[in-house]
């Protein structure tokens, strides 16, 4: 089955550390994106990226970093720089069709201790 | 001014009933407009999209886009228990490469 994984699931993180987020598709899709969700606040986008080896800013990329070195895979790095890391962190993926739809991977819930 | 703006709520239905959820737009020049339903603690899924103004039927649920206004809405018809969810609105802007989300409109269904 065509979908989007991500892991972990649930992730606790002590201040000042690093966390990547993986996030793999086998959709063959081009675009993929990172989103936060916040309760009351909806998704904001964090990160972008059209196609391999290139990503675009977000509405909030501070202290966050991507890397898109295959079509697959799309992880993101939150840095201690972040200062409010705790969230909901949603990785999409969106098709060349031209309908602008988003598939959304089942999110990882990002806690600091 | 926020680019997507939904009242969140809670909106509360009895079962059996149309609930109606709306959704307004900044940006005159934006082109498409989903609805994603995200139950709590899930990711979102995609209900529908609509380009043009007018309605769109899919089953039970209808979306209306009025690009004058710049209003977009979803109807929810005989409504479920298992419609209880968040209902996102998203809209995606000319010469923009990503969707724009509203807060969120929380949708109880009473039995």
């Known amino acids: 089955d065509g979908g989007i994984t991500q892991s972990p699931k649930y992730l606790f993180r002590k201040e000042g550390q690093n966390v990547t987020l993986s996030c793999e598709q086998n959709l063959n899709h081009d675009a993929m994106y990172w989103y936060r969700q916040d309760p009351g606040q909806g998704l904001r986008l964090i990160y972008y990226s059209q196609i391999v080896n290139d990503f675009q800013k977000g509405d909030i990329a501070e202290g966050y970093s991507v890397s898109r070195e295959k079509k697959e895979s799309f992880p993101l790095t939150v840095t201690s720089a972040q200062k409010n890391p705790t969230a909901f962190y949603l990785c999409?993926?969106?098709?060349?069709?031209?309908?602008?739809?988003?598939?959304f991977g089942a999110g990882s819930r990002l806690t600091v201790l | 001014q926020k680019e997507v703006e939904q009242n969140s709520g809670p909106l509360s239905v009895p079962e059996g009933a149309i609930a109606s959820l709306n959704c307004t737009y900044s940006d005159r020049g934006s082109q498409s407009f989903f609805w994603y339903r995200q139950y709590s603690g899930k990711s979102p899924e995609l209900i529908m999209f609509?380009?043009?103004?007018g309605d769109k039927e899919d089953g039970r649920f209808t979306a209306q886009l009025n690009k004058a206004s710049q209003y977009v809405s979803l109807l929810i018809r005989d409504s479920q228990p298992s419609d209880s969810a968040t209902y996102l609105c998203?809209?995606?802007?000319?010469?923009?490469?990503?969707?724009?989300f509203g807060t969120g409109t929380r949708l109880t269904v009473i039995p």
């Open positions: 609509i380009y043009s103004n």
């Open positions: 998203a809209v995606k802007r000319v010469r923009a490469n990503n969707l724009f």
């Open positions: 999409a993926s969106k098709d060349g069709s031209g309908a602008n739809v988003l598939t």
